[in-house]
């Protein structure tokens, strides 16, 4: 059902000339790339202009997060830098593993996404207010578990790894160990 809605949403943004842009994986498209479009518009799960750049979503878990803003903003040349259309927001309740937690940041931005395409032409737009923060790239030693620590501790961590891409690892007397987690639902 996601996919289906995603490309429907890409179909959509398409007839009307507008096209989805996803900073959050690393992509940073040009000026002349966005001006081929009436409309180029990101989602980014932080509140703008705080949580600029990777991972954002993960990062706020880690930080211990329960409310995540999520915004729709105009894609510019620079980092998330763009006025902002919609903000909404979901919350974490702090047991969600990270298949859960990306389900509920989908659903977030596909009720964003379909509530831009039904007010197109009409949403203002506001600037992003505050002294902007930046987050790193996440990557795979980004999972790594530090064995001096609890499972309490590192539970953030646990939530946020993905078990087949980038799971959590930790190394014991110079021997690496690879970790899964999984909800006992």
């Not at 878990?61 to 998330?80: K, M, N, P, R, S």
């Not at 795979?140 to 499972?151: A, F, M, P, Q, Y």
Request: aromatic fraction near 14%.
């Amino acid at each position: 059902m996601v996919v289906f809605r995603w490309f429907l949403f890409y179909w959509i943004g398409v007839m009307i000339g507008i096209i989805w842009v996803d900073l959050c994986k690393g992509l940073i498209v040009n000026k002349q790339a966005l001006n081929k479009s009436k409309s180029s518009i990101v989602v980014h799960p932080s509140n703008l202009p705080k949580g600029r750049g990777f991972s954002p979503l993960a990062w706020q878990v880690l930080e211990g997060e329960h409310e995540i803003t999520v915004c729709l903003f105009e894609a510019t040349d620079g980092v998330d830098e763009g006025d902002i259309y919609l903000k909404s927001s979901f919350i974490l309740s702090g047991f969600e593993l990270n298949d859960e937690i990306k389900q509920k940041q989908g659903r977030a931005i596909l009720d964003l996404c379909l509530e831009y395409v039904k007010e197109y032409g009409h949403i203002k737009t506001e600037a992003q207010l505050g002294e902007p923060t930046y987050y790193d790239r996440r990557s795979r030693g980004s999972s790594e578990l530090d064995v001096h620590k609890t499972i309490s501790e590192q539970f953030n961590l646990l939530r946020v790894v993905d078990n087949e891409r980038y799971p959590a690892f930790f190394y014991f007397k110079n021997k690496k160990y690879i970790l899964k987690i999984y909800d006992d639902k």
